[in-house]
């Protein structure tokens, strides 16, 4: 098994991503890198990802591009001057497009938004927030590394070998923490028993009254 590295002895994002880290880890990773180091863990991500590359994300003013709300939308509209949001108007809009009634806005398009704005992309229209959505476009992607604890967890929950643990929380997190410091896929599978039979020795004991 091999253990999480220093970041700066990493070398590339492949290897970066195969690692887990936390979201205050990664923010004060890019202060030191001279990154943008504030947003959510995966615009964090993108920001390293970029400075993996050899280009780092920009800071953009904001202020640059004022949204048009009185301006009649239409596939053609610019997301930044349309007065574009998560919102009733334009979940109707989008419904009539796709011709889903109870249309709802997916992870992917809320990572093209915030790349839109990001890089303050005025080129970007609803037409290609609905290729977003129709898994058309590699614009942007939602990177679900945010929530991989929780599936580990649920995945935990869900497997009978783990039915009579007393704390089924504990257990889960001794496992995942050694999962996320290593190499390892970082999802929960049976097999995790047998990887770290030491690890979980004692909550099996809780089946027997233990803990």
């Not at 590339?12 to 990773?29: A, P, V």
Request: glycine content about 4%.
């Amino acid at each position: 098994m091999i253990k999480r590295p220093e970041f700066f002895q990493i070398k590339t994002y492949e290897e970066f991503c195969n690692y887990y880290w936390y979201r205050t880890e990664l923010s004060q990773i890019c202060r030191q890198l001279g990154l943008v180091h504030s947003g959510t863990k995966q615009e964090l991500n993108e920001a390293l990802a970029a400075y993996f590359a050899g280009q780092p994300l920009k800071k953009v003013n904001k202020q640059t591009v004022k949204p048009k709300n009185k301006q009649e939308i239409g596939l053609s509209s610019s997301l930044l001057l349309c007065g574009f949001a998560f919102n009733q108007t334009f979940r109707a809009y989008f419904a009539r497009q796709t011709g889903v009634k109870s249309f709802k806005f997916t992870a992917d398009m809320a990572a093209a938004w915030r790349k839109v704005k990001a890089e303050n992309d005025v080129n970007f229209t609803l037409e290609d927030m609905l290729a977003v959505y129709a898994g058309e476009s590699d614009y942007a992607k939602y990177d679900n590394r945010a929530c991989q604890w929780n599936q580990f967890y649920k995945d935990f929950c869900a497997d009978k070998r783990n039915a009579d643990l007393k704390n089924k929380m504990q257990a889960a997190s001794l496992l995942w923490r050694a999962v996320k410091e290593s190499d390892k896929a970082k999802v929960y599978t049976a097999q995790l028993w047998d990887s770290y039979p030491n690890l979980l020795k004692n909550e099996s004991k809780s089946k027997r009254g233990g803990v």
